[in-house]
């Protein structure tokens, strides 16, 4: 799993899930495109599946922190390189 | 309005709200605690309980209003109280219509200001009742994780959740700009969705104003305007286009509005 990997994931959860499409990485998401705190715990399970693991109650709650999609692509890199999933690709 | 009218109203709007204060506050105290302290503790299931309490008591409250607000009448559609295992969404024009589902419903769930679960006994009671803080981050996140988590299993068995997905009181009578966030989770539960509209709590309570408004004729009205059973799984399904449709059924009937 590479970083081009999770932004392609993380735009296409964007696109079918949330129906955001194309967000520029450094918009706010929730003044922008409106994504609440719901949101993001979806986003969480989307993110448990495309890892294949379970998050922490942490790391869950660090997630809620999270304010635009970089910060998300940075949160799932750091995740997956936790997990061993990470490569420099 | 006749001349006694208008110097009895004056007085009869601060003796109503005084003693829905004395209620809803000293009342709280004097009649529940020993209720609540023995649901927390031998109750099988501690947040139905709750929930059952707090619908008991904000019955009350409604029953109080209704006994001491001349002019005032109720139209609450039968439908609405046998609702169950639903996300139910509705306008919002007072701080009356949190209570007043409250009072409708004897399981009930919605999303609270999560200040509020800060505050003493109040907040025990949000937190024990199972309702959700609504968060974007900080102490209260993985409560509402949690809570989340485990809505599609509450709403399964019977629960009703409530929001309003305007988050704040319309301040003209017209529907306000929607949060998204309940949609999604009745997408994440697969729950039917009920539409609610309720008319005229602003007459009753006006936003700006801290008395009841009494002694005027008024008809507190809750009605069902649809029951939706989207099919999420769909690919056509869009929670853009289930918010218009809810959004455009709470606008149509707000213009027929008499």
């Not at chain 1, 735009?11 to 499409?21: A, H, S, T, V």
């Not at chain 2, 969404?89 to 009072?103: A, E, M, Q, R």
């Not at chain 2, 602003?202 to 649809?226: E, G, H, K, M, Y």
């Amino acid at each position: 799993m590479t970083r081009t990997d999770i932004e392609t994931e993380i735009l296409r959860i964007f696109r079918e899930g949330f129906e955001i499409d194309q967000p520029n990485p450094d918009d706010h998401l929730r003044d922008k495109h409106q994504f609440d705190s719901i949101d993001a715990i979806e986003l969480l399970v989307a993110i448990e599946k495309y890892l294949g693991s379970e998050l922490t109650q942490a790391e869950k709650k660090l997630a809620m922190e999270i304010r635009t999609l970089r910060q998300i692509f940075d949160y799932v890199e750091a995740l997956a390189k936790k997990r061993q999933l990470f490569s420099e690709g | 309005m006749t001349a006694l009218l208008r110097y009895v109203k004056p007085v009869w709007d601060v003796i109503v709200t005084g003693l829905l204060w004395l209620y809803y506050i000293p009342g709280w105290l004097v009649l529940c605690p020993l209720l609540y302290l023995l649901a927390y503790f031998f109750a099988a299931n501690r947040e139905s309980a709750f929930q059952r309490l707090n619908h008991l008591f904000h019955r009350g409250f409604f029953l109080l209003l209704r006994l001491f607000t001349p002019g005032l009448s109720w139209q609450v559609q039968q439908e609405i109280r046998e609702i169950r295992s639903s996300v139910i969404v509705s306008n919002h024009l007072s701080y009356l219509d949190p209570i007043l589902l409250v009072s409708l419903f004897a399981r009930q769930k919605t999303i609270v200001k999560s200040d509020f679960f800060s505050y003493p006994v109040f907040g025990w009671l949000l937190k024990t009742s199972g309702y959700l803080p609504s968060t974007t981050g900080g102490e209260f996140s993985p409560m509402m994780i949690d809570r989340v988590e485990a809505m599609g299993d509450y709403i399964a068995a019977g629960g009703n959740l409530f929001v309003f997905p305007e988050a704040h009181r319309s301040r003209n009578g017209r529907i306000g700009p929607f949060s998204k966030g309940i949609f999604t989770i009745a997408r994440r539960c697969k729950a039917p969705i009920t539409v609610l509209l309720i008319r005229n709590t602003d007459r009753l309570f006006p936003p700006d104003r801290l008395l009841f408004n009494t002694c005027i004729s008024n008809t507190i009205d809750v009605s069902i305007l649809a029951r939706i059973t989207p099919d999420y799984e769909s690919e056509d399904f869009s929670l853009s286009d289930l918010m218009a449709d809810v959004r455009a059924l709470m606008e149509n009937r707000q213009e027929q509005r008499p």
